[in-house]
C-alpha cells in the first residue's frame, strides 16, 4: 500500500506558474504509474497528466498540453506537476495518484478507474 500527500497548490494570477508535488510512502514506488487528476467546483474529476513507471512516458489531457509537465524522482518518491500559463479555468482540486497496472503504457491509463491509491488534493486558484 501506499499513501500519497500532495503539496503545493494555492492562489496564483492568470498567466502565473505554480509546481505541485506528490510525497508516495511505502515501497517500491517505482512500480507505481503515477498520475494528476483534476477536480473543478460542479464537475466530474478528469485526468491531467500522467506518467510511466520510470519516467520515459507521459500523456497530458488535451486541455493543459503545451501548458503543464509531469515528472517524477523514483530516489525521492515524488511526483511532479509543473503548471505554467495558468488560466482560470485550470481552478481545481488536485489530486495524485498511483496506479498498480502493469501492462502497455497507453493512452487508457488517463482513466481514473485505472488508479488504485489517492491522495487527498491540493487547491489550486488562479485569479483572472
Known amino acids: 500500500q501506499v499513501q500519497l500527500v500532495e503539496s503545493g497548490g494555492g492562489l496564483v494570477q492568470a498567466g502565473g506558474s505554480l509546481r505541485l508535488s506528490c510525497a508516495a510512502s511505502?515501497?517500491?514506488?517505482?512500480?507505481?504509474?503515477m498520475g494528476w487528476f483534476r477536480q473543478a467546483p460542479g464537475k466530474e474529476r478528469e485526468s491531467v497528466a500522467v506518467?510511466?513507471?520510470?519516467?520515459?512516458?507521459?500523456y497530458f489531457a488535451d486541455s493543459v498540453k503545451g501548458r503543464f509537465a509531469i515528472s517524477r524522482d523514483n530516489a525521492k518518491n515524488t511526483v511532479y506537476l509543473q503548471m505554467n500559463s495558468l488560466r482560470p479555468e485550470d481552478t481545481a482540486v488536485y489530486y495524485c495518484a498511483a496506479s498498480l497496472y502493469s501492462g502497455a503504457f497507453n493512452p487508457q491509463i488517463l482513466a481514473e478507474n485505472k488508479y488504485d491509491y489517492w491522495g487527498q488534493g491540493t487547491q489550486v486558484t488562479v485569479s483572472s
Open positions: 511505502g515501497r517500491f514506488f517505482s512500480s507505481y504509474v
Open positions: 506518467i510511466s513507471w520510470r519516467g520515459g512516458s507521459t
